[in-house]
């Protein structure tokens, strides 16, 4: 299957200040790509899609301005979380699909978030 | 809206028994995709199978076999003869047209903890 890298895999953070999580497609064209967050012992809830060079689409009760995503290329988007707050903590996940694959959508390794 | 229900939240086995994962859905799309995912301890997610709504057939893969079931609207999973490696979350996943555009997302399940003991 197609690889997705995420990274860092682990970053802990002070509170108030952003982090930003990576997400590449390394061998394919990610026209498409999801973010999503877990928390401990809970389901993957989606945060938002977004398409190459278009702005996000959130999900329900997710703030855009806290959680910025960006899809600048067709191999790369971030997600910054702004100004982190304890409450932020949690395991961050992204999937991206591209051109072909139908419903494939392919996982990154995941990033956990510790704000302190 | 989209919903799965996973009712099972832990289950445990001793090694060597036949497990089954329950996994229920709702979807008004009349074309749609199930997932099964795998979450080990480390966090990533091994994807195990894709499903679409027109191919009703069982499929086995090694110890892992489905069925799916459209009249009771459920994609059920089985591991047979479990090992400690199998220990981890599984989650069902389910995947239709979003509204608005061509894009698929995952409605995930709340998953089951397997712990599979020596």
């Known amino acids: 299957g197609a690889v997705v890298s995420q990274h860092p895999s682990r970053v802990i953070c002070k509170s108030g200040t952003s982090v930003k999580i990576e997400c590449r497609s390394l061998?394919?064209?990610?026209?498409?790509m999801f973010w999503y967050r877990q928390f401990p012992k809970q389901s993957l809830m989606l945060m938002a899609t977004?398409?190459?060079?278009?702005?996000?689409?959130?999900e329900q009760g997710v703030e855009k301005d806290k959680f910025l995503i960006n899809h600048a290329s067709l191999t790369l988007s971030t997600l910054t979380v702004t100004s982190a707050h304890p409450e932020d903590s949690s395991f961050y996940i992204c999937?991206?699909?591209?051109?072909?694959?139908?419903?494939?959508?392919?996982f990154g390794q995941g990033t956990r978030l510790t704000v302190v | 809206a989209q919903k799965v229900t996973q009712a099972q939240t832990e289950i445990s086995v001793v090694e060597k028994e036949d497990v089954t994962l329950d996994c229920v859905y709702e979807?008004?799309?009349?074309?749609?995709?199930l997932f099964w995912y795998k979450q080990p301890p480390s966090g990533e997610l091994v994807f195990l199978i894709r499903r679409n709504s027109f191919d009703e057939q069982n499929e086995i893969s090694g110890r892992y076999s489905w069925n799916f079931q459209k009249s009771t609207s459920s994609f059920n999973f089985t591991i047979t003869a479990s090992q400690v490696v199998d220990s981890a979350v599984y989650f069902c996943?389910?995947?239709?047209?979003?509204?608005?555009?061509?894009?698929?997302?995952?409605?995930f399940g709340k998953g089951t903890l397997l712990t599979v003991n020596p």
């Open positions: 999937s991206a699909s591209g051109l072909g694959m139908n419903t494939e959508a392919f």
């Open positions: 996943a389910l995947s239709g047209y979003n509204s608005g555009g061509s894009n698929y997302k995952l409605t």
């Open positions: 977004s398409n190459e060079g278009s702005k996000a689409t959130y």
């Open positions: 061998d394919f064209q990610a026209t498409t």
């Open positions: 979807t008004r799309d009349t074309t749609y995709y």
